[in-house]
Each structure stands twice: as C-alpha cells, then as structure tokens.
C-alpha cells in the first residue's frame, strides 16, 4: 500500500492504495463516484474516460501510480450545476438511449472541445472513434458536440 | 606621383585583401563544414569497409523491419499494430505534430508505462528521466514526430539505410544518437520484452546493436 495524493475534481485526495490498483476502481469503489463506468477493463470501449491533466484517459488501465501529483477529472467533476455546454448539449438533445458509455463519451467530447473548439464532422469521427456505444447515438452525438460547441461559443461571446 | 596612380595603388590592394578574406571564408566554412558532417550519421565513409557496413546493416534490417520496429515507424500518418502491421481496428488514431497522438486520442491516453499483464491490452514503456533514469509513473509511447516521420514500413534496405543516414530525413542525428536509440531507448528495448502474445525480433537485442555500430563503425555504406 502506498498513500497516493492527487487532485480530483478541484479538491486534493490522499488514499492509502496499491499503486498498481486502476484508478477507475479507487474512483468507483474507494471514492463513491460511480458516474465513472465499467465497460471492457481493456481500454478499448472508452466508457471509463476521465481527464488527467486535461487529456482523456481510460482510468481502467491507469494504475494509481501514475496519478500522484496530478489533476483528475471526472463526470461528477465537469460541473456543479450541469452547466458546462457538453452537459447542457446533451440535455438540449437527449443523446443517451441506455445511457451506460455517455459519461466516457462526454468526457471525451469535453476534452475534443478544449483543444478543438469548433470541430468538424470529420474531427469529431477522428476524436470519438474510441468510445463505442451499443446503442448506436453517434448521430445524436455529433449533433451534441456542433451544439455545445455553440454554446461555448455563446458563453464566451457573453463574457 | 600623381594622386591618380596612388589610387590606383590603393584600388588593387584592396581587391588583394578582398580575395585573402574570401579565401580564408572559404576554408573555416569547409572546415567547420566537415567538422560538423564528421558528426552527422554520413552514407559513405572511404576509410570503412564497405563489405562489411552493408553486411551489418542487412542483418540490422531484419530488425528494422520487424512489426515490433514497423508499427512506430509507419508509413501513413497512423500507428499500426499486431503481427500484420495493421492499422488500429475501430480508432481513427492521428500521429499528431510530436507523434503523441491527437486529444483525446493520444497514445498514452491508453499506454501505461508497463505492459499490461493480457495481450489484449495495451503495452507500455516507461520515460526517461534528464538523468537517464527511468520514470515509471510517466508513460512514453508515441510515434516519430511529423517532421522527421522516420519511415520504416515498405522501404527496402537502401531506401531505409539511406534514410537513417540522411541528416534531412533523421533529424540530424548523429551516429552515437542512433547507436543510443537503439541500444537504450525504452521504447526500442520494449521489442524484446512486448509482453504475452507478440513476437520478438529475428536478432538479440545485443546482436542488433552490435549490427548497427559495425555498419556505422565502417563507414555507415548503403546497399545499391
């Protein structure tokens, strides 16, 4: 066991824990934030993405190790009040079906945001071809990433 | 004298001046010229056994294209994978200007700095610290960088020997750089320690290093 102390979602964590232990389970299982989902444990499906240090990572295959000293972020962490434009986008056009991948696809499409602000469809296929969805709303979410690109756009306009 | 014939005088001690410096230019240039090509991996070097060079070099190129060398050294602007070198099923994955990948798909978004114990998952190698340590919180998996995309796939031996030896297309790298790469580079040590499930290349890791310093220790000569 190792004391592993990180900044998760704005407010610094210590957590007494096996430095190879994949951060989705200290998330899930030692943290209570479960909006972080369980899908393949392999890296592949995308539904366990977070941000780390800004990039989206899949924390099924992130060992503790690697995250002393950093910032994570999670879904629990893009707002506090549903605010943020991917949240409000995704509301706007209720993408989810079962709802089971969105918090990885949303974590995925924050992150394509901040470096991309205004993404084509064919930077959005680019960004989000690593999380899968059985139900099939990638329309729905390349509809969503155009719209809350706008609101950012919006909200910045304002401010 | 006249002031006419002194001006004269003047006018062609000054061409003669003129022509000392220019000839002194001309040997600093070629000899910092030469200083600086003695560094730089260089094609073909007289004094080096070019039998010999070109025999190292073929067996260094089994290596180099081995998929555990090929798949970081693509020809498209996408990491390949498996045995068969094939582009990732499913993610449109992007080399990206420093060949970390493109957010959110940059390669260590996956690639821890260790493998994964299953060999559906992905691989990893560790960052080398400033001090030549290795860092194993930090992973460092990512292709060559877009301006100097080092291609490995599809090249025959002296398009690649060319290429290695080619300031230009290797980013000036010099021949104790390279022999470094290959001989302590996580990255390249990781194609003799890929985990379960891949193949390792045709040579030791030693023999392949010992290939490379014999081709460039003769003088670094490409195959026709």
Redesign the interface.
Known sequence: MKSVAFNLNGSPVTIDVEPEKPLLWVLRDDLGLTGTKYGCGMAICGCCTVHLEGDAIRSCVTPMSRIEGKHVRTIEGLSSDLSHPVQRAWMDLQVPQCGYCQPGQMMSAACLLVQNPNPTDNDITDAMSGNLCRCGTYQRVRKAIHHAAEIAANKGARA | MSLEPRLRIVHKWRWCFLLVVCAVTAICVLVLGNAHASRVVRPVDQHGDRTKAIEAFTMAYSVFMHPRCVNCHPAGNEPLRGEDSKPHE???L?RGIDGEG?????C???H??EN?P?H???PGAPRVRRDGSLD????RWHLPAANTPMIFQGRTPAQLCRQLTDPKQNGGLTADQLVHHVSSDPLVLWGWKPGEGRATPPLTHDQFVTSVREWLANGGACPN
Do not use: W
Not at chain 2, 102 to 106: N, R
Not at chain 2, 136 to 139: E, G, I, L
């Open positions: 499913g993610l449109r992007r493109v957010s959110p798909l940059k260590t978004n996956c821890q700095s994964q299953d559906h998952l992905p194993f919180t930090t992973p």
